[in-house]
Protein backbone atom coordinates (compact mmCIF):
# COMPACT_ATOMS: atom_id res chain seq x y z
CA UNK A 1 0.00 0.00 0.00
CA UNK A 2 1.15 3.62 -0.39
CA UNK A 3 0.80 6.69 0.78
CA UNK A 4 1.00 10.23 0.30
CA UNK A 5 0.14 13.36 2.59
CA UNK A 6 -0.75 17.14 1.77
CA UNK A 7 -0.71 19.39 4.63
CA UNK A 8 -2.75 22.56 3.89
CA UNK A 9 -3.31 25.48 6.08
CA UNK A 10 -6.08 27.41 7.25
CA UNK A 11 -7.79 29.43 10.27
CA UNK A 12 -10.87 30.13 11.65
CA UNK A 13 -12.34 31.26 15.09
CA UNK A 14 -14.75 28.91 17.25
CA UNK A 15 -15.72 28.21 20.69
CA UNK A 16 -16.64 24.62 22.07
CA UNK A 17 -19.73 25.72 24.44
CA UNK A 18 -19.39 22.65 27.00
CA UNK A 19 -15.71 23.08 27.56
CA UNK A 20 -14.98 23.78 31.16
CA UNK A 21 -12.04 25.93 30.81
CA UNK A 22 -11.17 28.63 28.60
CA UNK A 23 -12.00 27.09 25.37
CA UNK A 24 -15.69 27.94 25.93
CA UNK A 25 -14.99 31.13 25.16
CA UNK A 26 -14.60 32.62 21.54
CA UNK A 27 -10.94 32.60 20.34
CA UNK A 28 -9.24 31.87 17.01
CA UNK A 29 -6.61 29.10 15.30
CA UNK A 30 -4.25 29.02 12.61
CA UNK A 31 -4.15 25.43 11.71
CA UNK A 32 -2.80 22.59 9.71
CA UNK A 33 -4.73 19.39 7.93
CA UNK A 34 -2.20 16.45 7.13
CA UNK A 35 -4.72 15.10 4.42
CA UNK A 36 -3.50 11.18 3.84
CA UNK A 37 -4.81 9.46 0.67
CA UNK A 38 -3.23 5.89 -0.09
CA UNK A 39 -3.51 3.44 -3.50
CA UNK A 40 -2.48 -0.19 -3.82
CA UNK A 41 -1.10 0.61 -7.19
CA UNK A 42 0.62 3.96 -8.66
CA UNK A 43 -1.27 5.48 -12.06
CA UNK A 44 0.17 6.07 -14.91
CA UNK A 45 2.58 8.81 -13.78
CA UNK A 46 4.02 6.90 -10.88
CA UNK A 47 1.63 8.44 -8.41
CA UNK A 48 -0.80 7.54 -5.99
CA UNK A 49 -2.02 11.21 -7.17
CA UNK A 50 -0.18 14.65 -7.66
CA UNK A 51 -0.49 16.34 -4.12
CA UNK A 52 -1.78 19.36 -6.27
CA UNK A 53 -5.17 17.13 -6.76
CA UNK A 54 -5.51 16.81 -3.07
CA UNK A 55 -4.83 20.17 -2.20
CA UNK A 56 -7.42 21.36 -5.04
CA UNK A 57 -10.24 18.89 -3.48
CA UNK A 58 -9.31 20.07 0.04
CA UNK A 59 -9.39 23.98 -0.74
CA UNK A 60 -12.79 23.85 -2.62
CA UNK A 61 -14.03 22.67 0.86
CA UNK A 62 -11.99 24.78 3.12
CA UNK A 63 -11.77 27.78 1.10
CA UNK A 64 -15.49 27.85 1.28
CA UNK A 65 -16.41 26.94 4.37
CA UNK A 66 -14.17 26.84 7.04
CA UNK A 67 -11.06 29.23 6.18
CA UNK A 68 -12.03 32.83 8.17
CA UNK A 69 -14.59 32.05 9.49
CA UNK A 70 -16.75 31.29 12.72
CA UNK A 71 -17.21 28.08 13.29
CA UNK A 72 -20.42 27.37 15.81
CA UNK A 73 -22.45 24.78 17.39
CA UNK A 74 -25.92 25.29 15.98
CA UNK A 75 -27.17 25.22 19.04
CA UNK A 76 -24.88 28.56 20.08
CA UNK A 77 -26.86 31.42 21.23
CA UNK A 78 -24.52 33.35 19.84
CA UNK A 79 -25.91 32.49 16.15
CA UNK A 80 -29.05 34.65 15.97
CA UNK A 81 -26.96 38.02 17.21
CA UNK A 82 -24.38 37.24 14.52
CA UNK A 83 -27.20 36.56 11.79
CA UNK A 84 -28.75 40.01 12.57
CA UNK A 85 -25.35 41.66 12.49
CA UNK A 86 -24.65 40.48 9.01
CA UNK A 87 -21.38 38.40 10.23
CA UNK A 88 -20.05 35.07 9.01
CA UNK A 89 -20.72 32.15 10.07
CA UNK A 90 -21.08 27.85 10.29
CA UNK A 91 -23.51 26.57 11.37
CA UNK A 92 -22.17 22.46 12.54
CA UNK A 93 -24.40 19.85 13.62
CA UNK A 94 -21.69 18.92 16.23
CA UNK A 95 -19.26 21.35 18.46
CA UNK A 96 -16.46 22.57 16.51
CA UNK A 97 -13.80 20.41 17.82
CA UNK A 98 -10.37 19.33 15.63
CA UNK A 99 -12.02 15.81 15.91
CA UNK A 100 -15.45 16.97 14.26
CA UNK A 101 -13.29 19.21 11.74
CA UNK A 102 -11.01 16.13 10.37
CA UNK A 103 -13.91 14.86 9.83
CA UNK A 104 -15.58 17.04 7.77
CA UNK A 105 -12.66 17.63 5.84
CA UNK A 106 -12.41 13.87 5.56
CA UNK A 107 -15.83 13.37 4.56
CA UNK A 108 -15.49 15.86 1.28
CA UNK A 109 -12.16 14.54 -0.16
CA UNK A 110 -13.50 11.01 0.26
CA UNK A 111 -16.70 12.27 -1.64
CA UNK A 112 -14.36 13.40 -4.55
CA UNK A 113 -13.54 9.93 -5.33
CA UNK A 114 -10.04 9.86 -3.20
CA UNK A 115 -9.39 6.98 -0.62
CA UNK A 116 -8.54 8.93 2.08
CA UNK A 117 -6.98 7.00 4.79
CA UNK A 118 -6.83 9.86 7.38
CA UNK A 119 -6.97 13.58 8.14
CA UNK A 120 -5.14 14.85 11.33
CA UNK A 121 -5.88 18.55 12.08
CA UNK A 122 -2.73 20.18 13.86
CA UNK A 123 -4.88 22.98 16.26
CA UNK A 124 -2.00 24.12 17.70
CA UNK A 125 1.28 23.44 17.31
CA UNK A 126 1.52 20.42 20.18
CA UNK A 127 -2.48 19.19 19.77
CA UNK A 128 -4.01 17.32 16.86
CA UNK A 129 -6.59 15.29 16.69
CA UNK A 130 -6.94 12.73 13.35
CA UNK A 131 -10.52 11.18 11.84
CA UNK A 132 -10.22 7.72 9.69
CA UNK A 133 -12.07 5.00 8.97
CA UNK A 134 -9.62 2.23 8.46
N1 LIG B 1 -9.83 16.63 22.26
C1 LIG B 1 -9.85 17.97 22.10
N2 LIG B 1 -9.50 18.78 23.11
C2 LIG B 1 -9.52 20.10 22.94
C3 LIG B 1 -9.91 20.66 21.72
C4 LIG B 1 -10.29 19.79 20.66
O1 LIG B 1 -10.66 20.21 19.55
N3 LIG B 1 -10.25 18.46 20.90
N4 LIG B 1 -9.86 22.00 21.55
C5 LIG B 1 -9.47 22.82 22.48
C6 LIG B 1 -9.34 24.27 22.18
O2 LIG B 1 -10.18 24.65 21.12
C7 LIG B 1 -7.91 24.67 21.77
O3 LIG B 1 -7.50 23.84 20.73
C8 LIG B 1 -6.99 24.66 22.92
O4 LIG B 1 -6.14 23.54 22.93
P1 LIG B 1 -5.05 23.33 24.04
O5 LIG B 1 -3.96 22.50 23.46
O6 LIG B 1 -5.68 22.84 25.28
O7 LIG B 1 -4.62 24.84 24.31
P2 LIG B 1 -3.27 25.57 24.54
O8 LIG B 1 -2.66 25.92 23.24
O9 LIG B 1 -3.56 26.69 25.43
O10 LIG B 1 -2.41 24.48 25.25
P3 LIG B 1 -0.99 24.58 25.94
O11 LIG B 1 -0.18 23.46 25.37
O12 LIG B 1 -1.28 24.37 27.39
O13 LIG B 1 -0.43 25.93 25.65
C9 LIG B 1 -9.15 22.34 23.82
N5 LIG B 1 -9.16 20.91 23.95
ZN1 LIG C 1 -9.93 26.24 20.05
Known amino acids: MFTITKEVYFCYGHRL ?19 TVMAETL ?43 GERFLALDEHPTAEYLAKLIFGHIAGRGYKVKSVTLWETSNACATYSEF
Open 43 to 85: NEQGMVCDFAEIEAAASEYIDEQLDHNLLLHKDDPLLPALASA
Open 17 to 35: MKHQGKCRHLHGHSVKAAI
